[in-house]
């Protein structure tokens, strides 16, 4: 087989296969402990001086603006959704906001804060959400909904100058937030999010030099966003959920991986194995997708299985240009054999939709009812 990414080096597929020590071939039971050394960064993921910011109700949430520290870098930036008719204590969910190669903005991707929809997203949310503010849409289903930015996007993203600095080349074909000259600062977006782009590389590199990862590192701050939202009085005991597009649904698979507080995860467009992807689906994506030591234990679908029998939705898109649909079914069947031997066939709900690479008002009206569910269970396992 002649690969589109490799060309003459192709027959390197086969030849590096021959010679690797991965047990994936099969369907190896990779345990959470095995994943937290694998990604590194691990240890107690606590919120450091967490305060709120400011406060504000609109369009019929309460929103609280809250920042903390993980103890490294700028101060993150989250916001608190709340139903504005809500009394007593919810059942918390964290809303994860994509990669999308957008990472000047974070959390303003898939939540409206207190100034509102944030222009600067208003092309990125019309291509992957609808148009919609799905936190804020969840929110209004009854849940208190935390929506952070992680390390480097938005509050967390790295300086300018440091970007622009040490990006190298940086590739054109992802999806980047368009360019139109009515928007005053539209240019400094594109500018910064393409440097980010290829600074992502550069980060990995000191990573691994660090001895660990990229996604170690973000699963450990989204871990931080999960002790802050069990810790508030207003958040159900007992655990929560979590749910994301893309980069989103590739945080969500770490932290159901990752988080023994994550009793629900939904991942969205971010699932395969990593055989299929091979010939033109390895370059678009980002290097959480890609823990190294990963592929030498098991494949991304058992990374996502390995609590089970914690109950994982992951919603498929057929018409996704990011994943092929072989490596889709695959990994749908991966998983499933993964619940089935826990004896849990049920907790494990894969659904598939046409469309491109998004989540759709239908899909997040299926995840809300999954997390409906299971939030009106008095034991969601």
């Known amino acids: 087989m002649r690969y589109q990414d490799l060309g003459d080096y192709s027959d390197w597929v086969e030849f590096a296969r021959a010679r690797s020590t991965a047990s994936a071939r099969g369907r190896p039971k990779l345990t959470p402990a095995e994943v937290r050394r694998m990604l590194g960064f691990q240890g107690h993921a606590?919120?450091?001086?967490?305060?709120?910011?400011?406060?504000?109700?609109?369009?019929?949430?309460?929103?609280?603006?809250?920042?903390?520290?993980?103890?490294?870098?700028?101060?993150?930036?989250?916001w608190l959704l709340r139903p504005a008719a809500a009394t007593g204590s919810l059942p918390g969910v964290l809303a994860l906001h994509d990669h999308s190669a957008f990472k000047l903005l974070g959390k303003e991707k898939i939540a409206d804060g207190p100034d509102g929809p944030d222009p600067r997203v208003s092309e990125l949310?019309?291509?992957?959400?609808?148009?919609?503010?799905?936190?804020?849409?969840?929110?209004?289903?009854?849940?208190?909904?935390?929506?952070?930015?992680?390390?480097?996007w938005g509050s967390r993203r790295f300086a300018d100058n440091i970007v622009a600095s040490r990006a190298g080349g940086v590739p054109t074909s992802?999806?980047?937030?368009?360019?139109?000259?009515?928007?005053?600062?539209?240019?400094?977006?594109?500018?910064?999010?393409?440097?980010?782009?290829?600074?992502?590389?550069?980060?990995?590199?000191?990573?691994?030099?660090?001895?660990?990862?990229?996604?170690?590192?973000?699963?450990?701050?989204?871990?931080?966003?999960?002790?802050?939202?069990?810790?508030?009085?207003?958040?159900?005991?007992?655990?929560?959920?979590?749910?994301?597009?893309?980069?989103?649904g590739c945080r969500a698979a770490l932290l159901q991986a990752t988080s023994d507080d994550i009793t629900i995860s939904v991942v969205v467009a971010m699932m395969s194995t990593y055989r299929h992807l091979l010939d033109r689906h390895v370059a678009p994506h980002t290097w959480?997708?890609?823990?190294?030591?990963?592929?030498?234990?098991?494949?991304?679908?058992?990374?996502a299985a390995?609590?089970?029998?914690?109950?994982?939705?992951?919603?498929?898109?057929?018409?996704?240009?990011?994943?092929?649909v072989e490596g889709m079914h695959a990994a749908h069947e991966r998983i499933a054999a993964h619940y089935s031997a826990a004896r849990a066939p049920l907790a494990y709900v894969g659904e598939f939709y046409e469309g491109p690479h998004w989540f759709s008002q239908a899909m997040q009206d299926a995840a809300f009812a999954h997390l409906e569910t299971w939030a009106s269970r008095t034991d969601p396992a």
């Open 306 to 324: 390995c609590r089970a029998p914690v109950p994982l939705v992951v919603q498929y898109v057929l018409g996704d240009e990011l994943f092929p």
């Open 174 to 248: 992802d999806w980047i937030a368009p360019d139109p000259p009515e928007m005053g600062d539209a240019a400094d977006v594109v500018s910064y999010n393409r440097a980010a782009r290829g600074h992502e590389n550069v980060v990995e590199k000191y990573c691994s030099l660090l001895g660990t990862t990229l996604a170690g590192v973000v699963s450990y701050e989204d871990r931080v966003a999960v002790s802050y939202l069990m810790s508030r009085d207003d958040v159900l005991a007992g655990g929560v959920g979590c749910v994301g597009l893309s980069g989103g």
């Open 46 to 78: 606590t919120p450091i001086e967490p305060c709120v910011e400011r406060t504000w109700k609109r369009d019929g949430i309460t929103g609280e603006a809250i920042s903390w520290s993980v103890g490294y870098g700028p101060r993150t930036e989250a």
């Open 125 to 152: 949310r019309r291509s992957k959400y609808e148009g919609l503010a799905f936190a804020n849409r969840l929110s209004m289903q009854g849940f208190a909904v935390l929506v952070p930015d992680v390390f480097l």
């Open 288 to 303: 959480m997708f890609f823990p190294p030591g990963l592929a030498r234990l098991a494949d991304w679908p058992d990374l």
